[in-house]
Every structure is written in structure tokens, then in C-alpha cells.
């Protein structure tokens, strides 16, 4: 084998290599971005559980101080469709922490 036949093999791994090495690290820049979306929802949808049991707590103030309900229940009109949505967001920050965990390992 000749100096130039070595040198154009050599050559040539390395462009394997390069272009193997490049596929990994999109792979890895994409699964990090995938993370990073499921992350941003999460904050997100914590984000809207805060107003949500800001709501709550506003319609609980309301039922004791201004309608002067001496107790309140959990199937009442104004809280039931309150709890609902605070149950929708938890089951959906659940889904997304559970995609976040299998991505990661």
C-alpha cells in the first residue's frame, strides 16, 4: 500500500467518523430539545394549577366570609368544576413527568 493509498483510507475513516459523530450529536441536540418542551410544559401547567388553586382558595374565602357558609363541600357547584380542573392539570403534569423520566433513561 502505498503513502497516498494510507493517507486516503485515513482520510476517509475520518469522514466516517465525523459523519457518525455528527448523526450522534443531532440525535443528542434533539432528544436535549425534547426534554427541554416536556420541562417547559411541566413549568407550564404548574403555572396554570397556581391560578387555578388561587381560584379555589378565592371561591373558599368567598363561600366562608361573604355567603356565610359555616362549611363547604366538595361537590358543591363552584368547587366541583374547580377540583375537576386541578385534576385534569395534575394527571397532565403526571403524563408529562413520566415522558420527561423514560426520555431521560
Given at each position: 500500500?502505498?503513502?497516498?493509498?494510507?493517507?486516503?483510507?485515513?482520510?476517509?475513516?475520518?469522514?466516517?467518523?465525523?459523519?457518525?459523530?455528527?448523526?450522534?450529536?443531532?440525535?443528542?441536540?434533539?432528544?436535549?430539545?425534547?426534554?427541554?418542551?416536556?420541562?417547559?410544559?411541566?413549568?407550564?401547567?404548574?403555572?396554570?394549577?397556581?391560578?387555578?388553586?388561587?381560584?379555589?382558595?378565592?371561591?373558599?374565602?368567598?363561600?366562608?366570609?361573604?355567603?356565610d357558609?359555616?362549611?363547604?363541600?366538595?361537590?358543591?357547584?363552584?368547587?366541583?368544576?374547580?377540583?375537576?380542573?386541578?385534576?385534569?392539570i395534575?394527571?397532565?403534569?403526571?403524563?408529562?413527568?413520566?415522558?420527561?423520566?423514560?426520555?431521560?433513561a
Open positions: 500500500m502505498t503513502f497516498s493509498e494510507r493517507m486516503r483510507e485515513l482520510l476517509d475513516q475520518g469522514v466516517a467518523a465525523s459523519m457518525e459523530f455528527a448523526v450522534k450529536a443531532g440525535a443528542k441536540a434533539q432528544e436535549l430539545g425534547e426534554r427541554g418542551v416536556l420541562m417547559l410544559e411541566i413549568k407550564q401547567l404548574e403555572g396554570q394549577a397556581q391560578k387555578v388553586l388561587s381560584r379555589l382558595g378565592n371561591e373558599t374565602y368567598r363561600a366562608f366570609a361573604e355567603r357558609q359555616a362549611s363547604i363541600g366538595r361537590d358543591a357547584p363552584e368547587f366541583k368544576d374547580i377540583l375537576a380542573e386541578l385534576a385534569t395534575r394527571d397532565a403534569i403526571e403524563r408529562k413527568e413520566t415522558e420527561l423520566k423514560n426520555r431521560t
